[in-house]
């Protein structure tokens, strides 16, 4: 909650994508990682079955997320979902969720 | 605790937003706290509304709704194969205040969009800067000779909008005799949750093949073929419930007499016990009057594909079913294109360029029995050079149901009623 309205604070102010490269104050990061929340629940924070992403660690996420990318890690949709995203955007996905609770 | 430290950020960020004032520099004075307007509060509107206060608390949101209550389309299927109960679907909006939503019970009967006002039955005019039209769809009954009398004598239903139709259809399975025939007609596209009547049969066929084995289920399908997750719903109804289930696609329906029971298509006539037509549907009557159903068949509402603002009437915006485009009329998609209307609004709020390349994602689980499910996943990236939202490579559906995918299926509708209602 605190993280999440600094965050309305930095981008109300339109500070996020001049002054920090870090993915959580970067409107586009928010927007892309909030296509993700619809399954994986709102911030990041599963209710069921589909994993949570909030606090898990930064590279495990994305080494994760490349393998799906690459079908070199059994997925049923993450396979069809990570060819959506850039190896770039993967990336800041993964510091986003890394830094929710 | 949280409501208290929102307030006083709020305060707090009114003052960063003013002490950037120059930034926005075609923001008017009297959007210091600019008010938007949400019409109808599903997967697109409720979610909207949400982000909007989540994403920019100095933003003021008035949701109107006439329902009490949400009733979920997704998983109304599992009622009418009896393995779910109504109760399931149904979902309070008692969260979405606590964002500082102001919902309001009302039906909005028309919208001026010169004077930024929207009317409502009850008599009230609200004003606003920026309306956000999230009305989902109207049936476009005329497409189905003898409907209207049909349905006044509730001997169809179309059980796509989840509510008294959905039980009703459900009583109706229940009451029919073994050896009977459910007919399930689907429109050509676009409509709706393409993969929904698929999923009915699926869910029907389950039903008779526990109670009333000799029955029969007959499609008669508007499309050329089992054409969303096909593979998955054909081997299903091979493995599940051989010979129950009669595919009849290019199959599209022009008439019921509800007198003899006979279904006629543009092929064929057939009588049957149970009558499921799905009509074609079309933005609501409420986006004609505002003037943005505005296609060349006055069916859909053309949008700009980065903010989702009309492209006939300026500061209303449109998302989920109304919206003229390639992308699936689903719950998943309504509540993306939700967020990205958001953040558009936020941006133009504050003289920013809105994301320029917006993504979707769309992932759909059909269940074919009470322990397994199909899934769908696609994304769709907006191309600024060819001005279309693009599928990405490796999309599509899986070719066998399972019950893993029953699983997260499941969790899909936990997680996505939590994402759009909080």
């Not at chain 2, 003013?18 to 520099?25: D, E």
């Not at chain 2, 005329?142 to 139709?165: I, L, M």
Request: glycine share 8%; with cysteine; hydrophobic share 40%.
């Amino acid at each position: 909650m605190i993280r999440r309205s600094f965050l309305a604070i930095a981008v109300l102010a339109g500070l996020g994508p001049c002054l920090s490269a870090q993915a959580s104050d970067n409107p586009r990061v928010r927007l892309l990682a909030s296509t993700c929340v619809t399954c994986h629940g709102p911030g990041g924070q599963s209710l069921g079955a589909v994993p949570s992403l909030a606090g898990q660690e930064k590279a495990y996420l994305q080494e994760a997320m490349m393998e799906q990318r690459a079908g070199k890690r059994e997925t049923t949709v993450m396979r069809k979902y990570m060819n959506g995203f850039t190896p770039e955007e993967i990336g800041q996905l993964a510091e986003y969720f890394s830094k929710l609770k | 605790m949280s409501l208290n430290r929102r307030d006083f950020l709020k305060s707090s960020a009114a003052t960063f937003a003013a002490s950037i004032a120059p930034l926005a520099a075609h923001a008017k004075a009297s959007q210091a706290q600019p008010h938007v307007v949400v019409v109808g509060a599903g997967f697109g509107g409720a979610t909207c509304a949400k982000y909007l206060r989540m994403w920019d608390p100095n933003i003021k949101v008035t949701l109107i709704e006439p329902n009490e209550k949400f009733t979920s389309c997704p998983m109304s299927n599992w009622v009418i194969g009896g393995f779910q109960t109504f109760d399931a679907l149904v979902k309070s909006y008692d969260n979405l205040p606590k964002y500082g939503i102001k919902m309001v019970k009302d039906w909005v009967t028309g919208v001026d969009g010169e004077k930024r006002l929207v009317m409502t039955k009850s008599g009230k005019k609200i004003a606003y800067d920026r309306l956000v039209l999230a009305p989902g769809m109207e049936w476009a009954t005329e497409s189905v000779q003898g409907w209207d009398e049909a349905y006044a004598a509730k001997k169809v239903v179309h059980s796509f909008r989840a509510g008294p139709d959905t039980l009703l259809l459900r009583k109706q399975l229940e009451a029919m005799p073994d050896g009977g025939v459910f007919l399930i007609a689907s429109p050509p596209p676009p409509g709706r949750c393409v993969s929904g009547p698929y999923e009915r049969a699926s869910v029907a066929a389950h039903y008779f093949k526990q109670h009333k084995p000799k029955s029969k289920i007959i499609m008669l399908d508007g499309h050329f073929d089992v054409v969303s997750k096909g593979p998955m719903f054909k081997a299903a109804w091979k493995e599940l419930y051989p010979g129950m289930i009669d595919h009849r696609p290019n199959n599209m329906v022009t008439a019921f007499n509800h007198k003899t029971m006979v279904v006629s298509s543009e092929f064929e006539d057939v009588k049957a016990d149970v009558v499921n037509i799905i009509p074609w549907q079309r933005a609501p009557k409420l986006c004609k009057d505002a003037g943005v159903r505005n296609d060349a068949l006055d069916r859909w509402c053309g949008i700009d594909n980065i903010t989702y603002e009309s492209t006939s009437v300026p500061n209303i915006h449109i998302v989920g079913d109304p919206v003229l485009s390639n992308m699936p009329k689903s719950a998943h998609v309504s509540n993306n294109q939700a967020k990205i209307c958001a953040a558009a609004i936020i941006d133009l709020f504050n003289g920013r360029q809105p994301e320029p390349v917006p993504v979707i994602g769309s992932t759909s689980y059909s269940v074919t029995s009470d322990k397994t499910s199909g899934a769908i996943a696609v994304v769709m990236r907006y191309s600024p050079e060819k001005k279309v939202y693009e599928r990405q490579p490796t999309g599509g559906a899986n070719p066998l149901h399972s019950e893993l995918d029953f699983a997260y299926g499941q969790s899909w509708h936990d997680n996505i009623w939590a994402d759009t209602l909080g």
